[in-house]
């Protein structure tokens, strides 16, 4: 990461604003007499960070060494950490191998099923995002309307999918009528993994689409005629051209969408009505939820640091990969 | 990533940034793509653009019609009698009966009803954002234009904590907003937040990054310090920014669900997310139905005036914030 150039190259040049004589505004390495400017500014400095560094001190800080050290702990979430019994290592067991591992690892599974929406969005999205880059009428409205579900409250949202898809909702009774069994939307494994997916579809098409169009702008309109004077086809331009234009985008929805499917909660929890009827929409936050409801804080914190660590190396990966796309440049 | 997308933030935002809006979709929209070539010349070439826009405006209405139809079906719903709800789509008998229901379901949940629940949300958000965006505009000036010691490193850990997952921290959180006596009241869902947000302060930094130093410099030549400089000279032009910033700050946080679900225990502090969903869950027979989507529909109707008023600024801003890879 290079901030560090960025932020010391603008640095310098305020570093010196109100000098005095004009002169000496240039040099690097402040004068002894401007001592107590430089000090100004970094009282100045740190009070304008104050409440942020103060915010993540207690708020995330905080409680990141308490979930590491709860891993250790029966912690029930009401009383101290501290005045809890330790475990040892006794949670991990119960993950890996253990009495817990069926219902976690099945939660993980169910992660990452619900993220098979995110090719299905990338790809809809990007022909939505062709479309939509056309000059013509009405675009601005078709974005907009592609865009809705996405910023609807996902409880209100889930209800109305839940009511559609339930055992006699209408979704199964339209089937009905045309002759086709009901299908359990809501109570199969199958079930589940569709209706749950095609929600976040739903809610998540528009989304991809804006970025697409965003990412068309930067396709070269010199190369596309180009190619269409060889009579290359539209297909072919789509393939050879716009695609591989589009290459950070994708690269950056998908990481993205990654990363916020894995950290995935509301959707299916609302949409199953919570995790009283059974567990088949659990996910991993789910399951650190649900933990917390029976009061293994412990344990929901070894699971949340599984699916953390997992997350680590994927930024990790983004950040070599943009690094390395960069020195191509 | 970082480094690409903040020098063509930053080219981007030396020219934009003191104008008004920042949505270049507009302006960019007439350009090419793989089908239409360029518009203005070659009067014998409209017909195939013509028809290919036919056909796609067919295509993207049907496509409208799917997206909407969910939305379609619950304002129809809310005006069935419970009897017709999966049964019909458009309601044979229209009443209006489920509103008054939910009326009372509230009520019954909570003090003050639906009422206190829009207002939970609303305080639970406006002030918070406000507070909140203030706080993060002053540390990503802070970032972006003074030098003070040891900036580098806060900011790397700042950018570290982004990628901390809130499950990790989520519980954690609960006890401490409970230990600090938090968790009875909202309080647990607008006090950590006044200390700023970290990726609005990412984001305003680029902001401030594209004001040339110049301004700020004649505006200290002429006396002012440096808040003052700040909040008269270097906040408005960031203005657009910020209000962007806002604007998505309180769609995320009216709509934010797992946070109140943990850390708000009254339920007459709940908000109407949390509102909705119990009412959604305290029912099991069909006959609920009705009153819980009406409640999901009137919840609905603030994100909706905001994205109404707001929608080119929203939209803008999403395809902004993706001009980086």
Request: aromatic content about 12%; hydrophobic content about 50%; charged content about 15%.
């Amino acid at each position: 990461m290079d901030y560090q150039t960025e932020v010391s190259l603008s640095g310098t040049e305020t570093a010196a604003p109100q000098a005095e004589e004009p002169v000496s505004v240039k040099k690097k390495t402040p004068v002894p007499k401007k001592g107590g400017l430089r000090r100004q500014e970094n009282l100045i400095g740190w009070a304008y960070i104050s409440p942020m560094v103060i915010g993540i001190l207690v708020f995330t800080a905080i409680p990141l060494v308490m979930s590491l050290i709860a891993m250790f702990y029966a912690w029930d979430g009401i009383h101290g950490l501290f005045e809890s019994p330790g475990v040892g290592g006794s949670y991990f067991k119960a993950i890996f191998g253990g009495i817990e591992s069926v219902r976690y690892w099945r939660s993980f599974a169910n992660t990452l099923i619900f993220a098979i929406q995110l090719p299905v969005c990338m790809i809809i999205g990007l022909f939505l995002a062709l479309g939509m880059n056309r000059n013509m009428r009405g675009v601005q409205t078709f974005r907009v309307i592609y865009y809705l579900p996405g910023i609807m409250s996902i409880v209100a949202v889930a209800i109305v999918w839940q009511n559609l898809f339930k055992a006699d909702g209408t979704v199964n009774n339209l089937l009905g009528s045309l002759g086709i069994p009901p299908a359990k939307w809501l109570s199969s494994n199958a079930g589940v993994a569709f209706t749950v997916n095609l929600l976040l579809v739903w809610k998540g098409v528009g989304y991809s689409a804006l970025m697409f169009i965003a990412g068309l702008q930067s396709v070269s309109t010199e190369q596309i005629e180009a190619a269409k004077i060889d009579g290359a086809s539209g297909w072919m331009i789509l393939r050879k051209i716009t695609v591989p234009a589009l290459y950070p985008t994708i690269f950056y929805l998908f990481v993205t969408g990654l990363m916020g499917s894995l950290q995935m909660f509301n959707e299916p929890y609302i949409l199953l009505g919570g995790y009283g009827i059974g567990e088949n929409g659990m996910t991993v936050v789910g399951f650190v939820y649900y933990n917390f409801g029976e009061s293994k804080l412990g344990l929901a914190s070894v699971g949340a640091w599984i699916l953390a660590i997992i997350i680590f190396i994927i930024t990790a990966i983004q950040m070599f990969v943009d690094r390395k796309r960069q020195e191509d440049y | 990533m970082e480094e690409i997308e903040m020098n063509e933030l930053q080219e981007t935002v030396e020219t934009v940034a003191p104008e008004e809006d920042m949505a270049p979709a507009e302006t960019a929209a007439p350009e090419e793509n793989g089908a239409a070539g360029a518009p203005a010349p070659a009067k014998k070439k409209m017909r195939p653009q013509t028809i290919g826009n036919i056909v796609v405006t067919v295509c993207l209405s049907l496509g409208s019609l799917l997206m909407l139809l969910p939305f379609l079906w619950m304002v129809l719903a809310t005006f069935k009698p419970s009897t017709e709800i999966y049964t019909t789509f458009f309601p044979r008998t229209w009443t209006a009966q489920s509103y008054a229901e939910m009326w009372e379901d509230c009520n019954r949940l909570m003090q003050g009803g639906i009422i206190r629940g829009f207002l939970n949300s609303f305080l639970t958000t406006v002030p918070v954002v406000f507070v909140q965006i203030i706080v993060s505009a002053f540390a990503a000036y802070a970032f972006a234009k003074l030098k003070f010691f040891g900036k580098n490193v806060v900011f790397l850990i700042m950018l570290g904590t982004m990628m901390i997952p809130f499950s990790v921290i989520m519980l954690p959180q609960a006890w401490l907003y409970g230990r600090m006596g938090l968790t009875n009241g909202p309080l647990a869902i607008i006090i950590p937040k006044f200390f700023g947000s970290i990726t609005t302060v990412f984001f305003l930094r680029q902001f401030f990054y594209g004001i040339p130093d110049s301004i700020s410099e004649a505006a200290r030549l002429d006396g002012a310090g440096y808040t003052r400089t700040f909040l008269s000279v270097l906040l408005p032009l960031v203005m657009p920014a910020l209000a962007t910033q806002a604007i998505l700050s309180f769609i995320g946080n009216w709509n934010d669900f797992l946070g109140p679900l943990l850390f708000v225990r009254d339920r007459n502090w709940f908000t109407l997310p949390l509102l909705v969903n119990r009412l959604n869950g305290s029912g099991g027979s069909t006959s609920f139905i009705p009153r819980v989507l009406a409640a999901s529909l009137i919840s609905l109707v603030p994100i909706i005036i905001v994205f109404a008023a707001f929608q080119k600024k929203i939209i803008g801003s999403i395809v902004f914030s993706a001009v980086k890879g």
